[in-house]
């Protein structure tokens, strides 16, 4: 097990699997860092948060906004060390009610905030760290980054992006004192999941999955992908020949939009 971290902050925390995880940590003597896009739902997860005993800061920000990320997990760092970076901010977005590929502006809109805004998040905080010989980070990437999905194209890209990014990070900076984990969920209750009007098997609570992920990067697990019988199944789906599972996934529900 690995040393329970105090200082943590975490992005896209204003609801979904970003504040469940807040409030697993939530406990006297821990310090969180919060960030999220809504004033009002951050606010009452802080609330939520203080009342189980943790000090909160918070801010209202944009991951796609480098420059104010940056200033922001640096102000957070010289305030107190930060020992655990969770970058969890993303957004959802697919084929569904259209023909054809995803518009444009809907694919560069997920990469804006699932890849880029991971690394906004990371990458100052890496420096920090690498300085400082210790630290933690994960990244949320999804079962969903395993295989693409006719559905899904881009969401399933930006998340295999993150997938790889993390892993490659593990072992790039093991020498440095770093740990780096890959957070991969499958369906989760949480307002992203909410727009999708298709049978999503193994449906997780939030606080249930948030355990899970705190349980898995105080083992340092390289990858924590859960529930087991769906990683099993998206691995299995990735090693098939595309022409065996091609037609399949073309017959799969198409996405909605967060």
């Known amino acids: 097990m690995t040393r329970a971290p105090k200082t943590i902050l975490i992005t896209g925390a204003s609801s979904g699997l970003g504040a469940a995880v807040a409030e697993a940590y939530a406990a006297a ?16 997860v802080a609330e939520r948060v203080r009342d189980l005993g943790a000090a909160c800061e918070t801010a209202v920000l944009d991951v796609c906004d480098a420059a104010a990320v940056k200033a922001w997990v640096e102000a957070c760092d010289d305030a107190a060390p930060l020992d655990l970076v969770v970058a969890n901010a993303g957004i959802s977005a697919g084929t569904a009610g259209r023909d054809g590929a995803e518009p444009a502006e809907q694919v560069r809109a997920v990469f804006a905030t699932n890849v880029d805004g991971v690394l906004n998040t990371i990458l100052p905080a890496i420096g920090r760290m690498e300085a400082r010989g210790h630290g933690q980070v994960a990244l949320v990437a999804s079962l969903a980054g395993y295989r693409g999905i006719p559905g899904a194209p881009s969401y399933c890209a930006s998340k295999a992006a993150v997938k790889v990014l993390g892993e490659g990070l593990r072992g790039s900076l093991h020498g440095k004192g770093i740990r780096v984990s890959v957070i991969c969920p499958g369906y989760v209750r949480t307002p992203m999941t909410a727009v999708n009007d298709f049978p999503m098997p193994f449906m997780m609570e939030a606080d249930q999955a948030a355990r899970i992920i705190r349980r898995g990067l105080a083992r340092d697990r390289g990858r924590i992908a859960f529930p087991w019988p769906m990683a099993a199944a998206v691995w ?23």
């Open 29 to 44: 003597g821990i310090r969180l860092y919060l960030s999220g896009r809504n004033a009002d739902r951050l606010a009452a």
């Open 236 to 258: 299995l789906l990735q090693t098939l020949p595309p022409a065996w599972i091609d037609p399949l996934l073309r017959r799969l529900p198409r996405k909605g939009g967060e």
